[in-house]
């Protein structure tokens, strides 16, 4: 079974700071996706990277793939209080359909 | 967009009894459909993987018996919980696998099942 680390659990910030999330493995995925949560509702996809070394920017997040697809990171810039929720990282296994979730970060923007 | 369904959005039964759970594709074909379960505050835990017209491949601690899963054509697989005890009391997420670049998972908005 593969494991996904991910960094940091909890994340309170002010609006307007910046914040970085990490996962992190030994294992290689094919892809890695990276989704957001909120309460009572199922994850929504934010991106999904496939190349090693890629970075994808979505307005205010960046997110780039480690060279050797183990890790990944997500970076928020100017945080807004309407970025609070649970970030969630999954890598896909080389072999077959199954992610593999992170712990999640939940993110906190205090107005 | 990928659109994924699930019904109910939140169910209340009594101990003993079965809830079905469905989960629908509703603009793409899935072949594979996944279920997890999440705690509050916790990450999802895959139970298991549903794949049309075959059997369910279930992940180690999953009773098969328990949670009965059917993927009968490419938009819709069903969980259903039998003789439900308060401790599957829980947050029920599916995925659905839309095949292409990366095979990206779309979820639904998940089903709050409390049992008494």
């Known amino acids: 079974t593969q494991l996904l680390e991910q960094s940091p659990q909890f994340l309170s910030i002010q609006e307007g700071e910046n914040l970085t999330v990490y996962c992190n493995s030994s294992s290689v995925f094919s892809s890695l996706q990276w989704y957001r949560q909120e309460p009572g509702e199922g994850p929504v996809l934010l991106v999904t990277v496939v190349t090693g070394g890629e970075v994808k920017k979505l307005k205010r997040l960046t997110f780039q793939f480690g060279d050797a697809r183990k890790d990944s990171s997500l970076h928020i810039t100017a945080a807004q209080p309407g970025d609070t929720g649970l970030y969630l990282c999954a890598g896909k296994e080389t072999s077959g359909s199954r992610l593999t979730f992170g712990e999640g970060t939940q993110l906190t923007v205090n107005p | 967009g990928a659109v994924v369904s699930q019904h109910p959005s939140r169910v209340i039964c009594k101990s003993g009894t079965s809830v079905k759970i469905e989960c629908r594709s509703l603009?793409?074909?899935?072949?594979?459909m996944f279920w997890y379960r999440q705690f509050p505050k916790k990450s999802l835990m895959l139970m298991a993987t549903s794949n049309e017209g075959s059997k369910a491949t279930y992940e180690q601690g999953v009773e098969k018996d328990k949670f009965l899963i059917n993927h009968a054509s490419l938009t819709l697989s069903t969980l259903t919980v039998t003789s439900a005890h308060p401790e599957d009391s829980s947050f029920y997420i599916c995925?659905?696998?839309?095949?292409?670049?990366?095979?990206?998972?779309?979820f639904g908005p998940g089903t709050r099942l409390t049992v008494t």
């Open positions: 995925s659905a696998e839309r095949e292409g670049l990366g095979d990206e998972q779309y």
């Open positions: 603009d793409f074909q899935a072949t594979t």
